[in-house]
């Protein structure tokens, strides 16, 4: 008997569902609007399928549904699509504002990533030296104003500042990592927090603590760890 692979990635399912339900699925061009509870529909459909599980198909159909390809096409009235192509109801008014919502703050959402990609030179182009050169001015005035230091009487010494815990960061083992664990993931020249929501044989795919999903290579990610 052939050992049946199962697919693992979002990108993979999505292929295969648009070879079963191409009425249904789409993976170029115009999306359709599809009907609601279309997951109940696939998993009862493909409960049988050994190259499916039902966590990842889940997973895949969110991705999805989640795409802007397919909310700019959830617009009201338009006509929703079963497995088999057929009429499913209609988009109601609220859905389609939701859409339009999610649409707008996921690009928001990587017009931020863009910005944080910004490397430091092109800041400094912003405006940055301008502000530079006005806070030297406005220290200078304040150094040369500054009391002087008091000689310290003899036997007194400084008192040692105690220790204050921070945070240092160490890369990550690809066979340690797990789908849900929280992570520290480099972009550009910072360091953002984020958790595991895929875990591909090349690279996974990270949710930032601002919501933005972002697929990193394994040596892009890093585990906090405490020292004192």
């Known amino acids: 008997m052939n050992d049946v692979t199962k697919l693992s990635t979002s990108k993979d399912i999505l292929a295969y569902l648009a070879e079963q339900f191409p009425a249904c699925f789409t993976l170029t061009g115009n999306a359709q609007p599809l009907k609601i509870g279309i997951f109940d529909d696939l998993a009862a459909r493909l409960a049988d399928d050994p190259k499916v599980s039902k966590t990842r198909l889940r997973s895949a159909v969110r991705h999805y549904t989640n795409s802007w390809r397919y909310l700019r096409c959830i617009k009201a009235g338009s006509e929703r699509l079963d497995l088999d192509g057929k009429a499913a109801g209609v988009v109601e008014v609220s859905h389609a504002e939701h859409a339009q919502q999610q649409l707008t703050e996921a690009k928001a959402q990587v017009a931020e990533k863009k910005s944080l990609q910004m490397p430091a030179s092109k800041a400094s182009e912003s405006g940055d030296k301008t502000t530079a050169a006005v806070s030297e001015q406005r220290a200078k005035p304040a150094r040369r104003n500054a009391p002087r230091r008091q000689p ?64 990193v290579q394994y040596d892009a990610v890093y585990l906090a760890k405490q020292e004192s």
């Open 152 to 215: 310290k009487a003899a036997g007194n010494s400084p008192k040692t500042p105690r220790a204050v815990a921070k945070q240092t960061l160490k890369p990550a083992l690809a066979a340690n990592l797990k789908v849900g664990q929280q992570v520290q993931v480099k972009v550009a020249n910072n360091t953002v927090s984020g958790q595991i929501t895929e875990i591909d044989r090349n690279d996974l795919q990270v949710q930032l603590h601002n919501g933005l999903t972002v697929k």
